[in-house]
């Protein structure tokens, strides 16, 4: 292995193990297992008054001198050197032993001083990782004592654990608790060493290393006498490796200045998402959706196969992203001119790639503009995120600069009318795919990869050779592949199967669909599935219109969040909120569709963002499953809230029209009310969830023999109000008219008694005291009746 990347392997090593003594010392509750030597101490530990602190690094030391004796690790490393960089971070002898403590440092942004006080008290035992959910202020500030409340429990993660709960006091010591979560974590990661801990799967082993300390340390507070207490373990760790790699990478033999501009904040985003995804957006074609879902795959692969192109080409081992998620990741880079250089090439290559082979469908913004020292991380790392975020806007206005400067054309193909694939409709056809069907090469693959996805391949493989999916003038390659083993020499291995990934990285992708004989349901199958059969009714009687809703959420005021509304941000703050929204919507969501929502279809998941194809009949429960599970995922914080869009239509509407207009929905959310829905117009969710109840009334009551109201009846009442939102002289009549129609048609009298005065008051204040506030949600509400209702 060559010299500079076996240096960036133990650095990230030591970087990522730096704290785990801070696991293992809770999980034996400060008691060793074996004794250590006074001297040990002294070399290890920092003293005060002949008082030794940092006990935590004692354990790390312990971790590597005994639970990884029994783990088959990769020779070529210097296991011994990684001990003492991990271990004597708070005492370093060394200047790579200096780096540590340096990223450690500016990675927690705060000054641990952990008192003897606060461990002989036990007091470390007893201290929950606290959600930073509550902590982000947009409009309403919340006092301390809420921001406390909640926390995690110490699990592993999934879509269960994941959730923060409302803590009691804490005064029990979760030793027994930290003690299993260390015992399974141990036996995973010899499970791991054993497949991966040889010289020539280094790269698989570090990043296996690092899904396992995100499935177990995601969850243990980094510092439990820090008053927050809400950065953890996972996310203080893979900060800290992304702050010494670049270290490393920078000096020679010599720390910076705190005020060195040492770092370089790369920034990448992919633009166009929509218009590339959904393309024709008038035309109906065979295999739409799963053409749309390979395209949205390959979006969300192009990101990270480019940070795996940028990594290879800087000699740079790939363990600085900041973020990555959603088309949009963040890299913690040296800022030197060799690296400044290195970077522009890489890019200017790859949107030459994508200038000509997508005609400029979409396109990779960066920006390299931000430059940053050691006190910049620390303590204004919030100012540097809006830098970024407001850098990375300008350059979306100059895609393709240097491309277009250069003189190229974006079309440089003839072709006929007849030749043009049914599908994107800018490439010419290719021969017959296997279903028969004409068209382009990338569309034929796009639709080979959305089949390929609803099977989830056991492995997604990373490299140079030609796969699955190509990238960059076939620079790098994805394949799906069922075994790794053909595989050992790849750049990254990942995997869809939560039972693998215990020793392989998981690819979090949400690409729930639903399926029938183990082929995709199709969106006429899916729709159909709003026609049932009610219990009350006659045998062969069904009820619904097979319509589908296209339901588009996102979360608000992100880039606010990120910049400004989270106080005291520091890397590792930042780190975790981009991951947990990553988490909610592609693993939590999935879990809610697969279990609860069997035939919604995702068409797109992304890091803070959500399109899905579902059933009309569904579509509010879906809604509010979602609404609710995202509001208990963020503490009940009012300033974390998502905007939905949803339109309405039958199934042979063309699918990317549809995802245009769902978008349109959604813009229209945001503009008029964040944290509102679209549903016929801008609602908010209350309202939303409040046609659930007055739909059960109507189907209750034409169910019900006895009762006087009927689909005529329903149809009428959609008629007044309609008449209601009128601008002729019909506005004047709605009353009287749905007067008379109760009169005559609702109420039923036995010996001049009304002997149905329940339900003709509900009626008459269900109807007129919403038309006269809500006309668009009461048209809504019975619109949504009817479609349920109606004979089919």
């Not at 269960?160 to 260390?182: C, K």
């Not at 990043?207 to 927050?228: F, G, M």
Request: proline letters at 3%; a negative charge; hydrophobic letters at 35%.
């Amino acid at each position: 292995m060559d010299e500079l990347l076996q240096k960036q392997y133990e650095c990230v090593l030591a970087s990522l193990f730096h704290d785990i003594g801070k696991f293992k010392q809770r999980a034996f509750g400060g008691k060793p297992h074996s004794n250590f030597p006074e001297t040990m101490k002294g070399m290890i530990l920092p003293s005060s008054q002949g008082i030794y602190g940092y006990q935590h690094a004692l354990w790390t030391f312990d971790f590597f001198d005994n639970d990884l004796k029994e783990c088959q690790l990769p020779k070529s490393l210097d296991w011994n050197k990684i001990r003492d960089m991990a271990s004597k971070h708070h005492n370093p002898s060394s200047f790579a032993e200096e780096i540590i403590k340096k990223a450690d440092s500016i990675s927690s942004s705060i000054d641990r001083t952990e008192t003897e006080e606060h461990y002989t008290k036990g007091e470390y035992l007893k201290k929950h990782l606290k959600s930073i959910f509550p902590q982000i202020v947009v409009e309403h500030n919340k006092p301390e004592a809420i921001i406390k409340t909640y926390g995690y429990q110490l699990r592993p993660l999934d879509e269960n654990s994941a959730f923060p709960v409302i803590l009691p006091n804490e005064d029990i010591s979760l030793q027994n608790d930290y003690n299993e979560l260390w015992t399974k974590f141990t036996q995973h990661f010899k499970k791991m060493c054993y497949q991966w801990g040889k010289d020539t799967t280094i790269q698989h082993f570090v990043q296996s290393t690092l899904h396992l300390l995100k499935q177990y340390t995601w969850c243990v507070p980094a510092a439990t006498n820090d008053k927050l207490c809400d950065s953890s373990l996972y996310d203080h760790a893979v900060s800290t490796a992304a702050i010494a790699i670049v270290l490393q990478n920078y000096c020679k033999d010599k720390l910076p200045y705190d005020d060195e501009p040492v770092f370089l904040i790369f920034a990448a985003d992919i633009s166009g998402i929509q218009q590339f995804i959904f393309q024709r957006h008038h035309e109906v074609f065979k295999g739409s959706s799963k053409i749309i879902r390979g395209r949205s795959f390959f979006v969300s692969s192009i990101g990270i196969a480019f940070q795996q192109l940028l990594y290879r080409e800087l000699g740079i081992v790939p363990y600085t992203q900041l973020l990555s998620s959603s088309g949009k990741f963040y890299l913690l880079l040296p800022n030197t001119q060799q690296c400044k250089e290195k970077l522009s090439k890489v890019v200017d290559e790859a949107n030459k790639w994508l200038f000509k082979e997508f005609h400029a469908d979409f396109a990779i913004v960066t920006d390299n503009e931000v430059v940053a020292s050691c006190n910049d991380l620390s303590k204004n790392f919030a100012a540097l995120i809006e830098s970024i975020n407001y850098n990375l806007s300008v350059s979306k206005f100059k895609k393709f600069k240097n491309v277009l400067q250069e003189g190229n054309c974006v079309i440089d193909v003839d072709y006929t009318e007849e030749e043009i694939c049914p599908s994107c409709g800018k490439y010419t056809k290719e021969k017959a795919h296997q279903d028969g069907e004409g068209r382009c090469k990338f569309c034929n693959t796009m639709l080979d990869i959305g089949s390929a996805l609803v099977h989830r391949p056991l492995y997604l493989v990373l490299d140079t050779k030609k796969g699955d999916i190509n990238f960059f003038d076939n620079a790098l390659g994805l394949h799906f592949a069922n075994d790794v083993i053909p595989y050992q020499n790849a750049f990254a291995i990942y995997t869809f199967d939560k039972e693998k990934a215990d020793t392989c990285m998981l690819w979090e992708f949400n690409n729930y669909v639903p399926l029938v004989d183990y082929e995709i349901k199709t969106f006429s199958q899916i729709a159909e599935t709003s026609i049932i059969h009610y219990l009350d009714d006659e045998d062969d009687t069904k009820r619904g219109v097979p319509l589908l809703s296209f339901v588009k959420m996102d979360v608000d005021n992100l880039g606010f969040i990120f910049s400004q509304g989270i106080p005291q941000l520091s890397i590792s703050r930042y780190v975790a909120v981009s991951r947990m929204l990553n988490y909610f919507f592609n693993t939590v969501v999935y879990h809610i569709l697969s279990s609860q929502f069997p035939n919604a279809y995702t068409v797109l998941s992304g890091g803070d963002d959500l399109f899905i194809v579902a059933p009309f009949r569904v579509t509010i429960a879906l809604i509010k499953k979602i609404y609710e599970e995202f509001k208990r995922f963020t503490c009940n914080n009012p300033d974390v809230h998502f905007s939905t869009g949803i339109f309405v239509s039958h199934d042979n509407f063309p699918m990317s029209k549809a995802a245009e207009l769902a978008e349109e929905s959604l813009e229209s959310a945001k503009e008029k009310n964040k944290n509102a829905v679209y549903y016929f117009d801008v609602i908010g969710y209350e309202n939303l969830f409040e046609i659930e109840k007055n739909i059960k009334w109507i189907e209750d009551k034409l169910l019900d023999k006895k009762s006087n109201v009927s689909q005529a009846f329903i149809y009428r009442l959609l008629k007044y109000t309609r008449m209601a939102k009128s601008k002729t002289f019909e506005k004047y009549l709605y009353l009287p008219k749905f007067k008379y129609d109760i009169a005559r048609n609702i109420v039923k009298k036995d010996n001049g008694k009304i002997i149905n005065a329940d339900e003709v008051n509900w009626i008459e204040n269900f109807f007129e005291k919403n038309v006269a506030r809500n006309t668009t949600w009461l048209e809504a509400t019975i619109v949504t009746g009817i479609y349920f209702t109606r004979k089919y």
